[in-house]
């Protein structure tokens, strides 16, 4: 199984972008996003749990980020809008069916992960 992620790129603070990331051949129950800044820690940003029923976001991206989950596509995506420069890293997906609640935030949580796609944002 592998997850491929894609639609990083450069763009103005303010500005938007939407992450996309494709698991080949099986739909998983839960998929997030996580983040790393050159010299920083991988950090949380966002995840769907149990198919969709629940979704959790980092405090600094609530209400700038949206994650969403297309089930007949095998994808699930991050929409990013109003980006900062402290946004600015290379975001991760993953993926897994036995994820539970209390590891929803952590990347031990998850065993499938894409390659990395860069995000930059420009002051």
């Known amino acids: 199984v592998q997850l491929q992620a894609s639609g990083g790129g450069l763009v103005q603070s303010g500005g938007s972008l939407r992450l996309s990331c494709r698991s080949s051949g099986r739909t998983f129950g839960s998929y997030a996003w996580f983040r790393q800044a050159p010299g920083k820690e991988r950090e949380f940003v966002a995840a769907?749990?149990?198919?969709?029923?629940?979704?959790y976001y980092a405090d600094s991206v609530k209400g700038r980020f949206t994650i969403s989950r297309d089930n007949a596509q095998l994808t699930a995506s991050l929409q990013m809008n109003g980006l900062r420069p402290e946004d600015t890293a290379v975001y991760y997906c993953a993926a897994d069916n036995g994820v539970i609640l209390s590891s929803v935030r952590k990347s031990s949580g998850y065993d499938y992960w894409g390659q990395g796609t860069l995000v930059t944002v420009s002051s």
């Open positions: 769907t749990w149990r198919r969709g029923g629940n979704t």
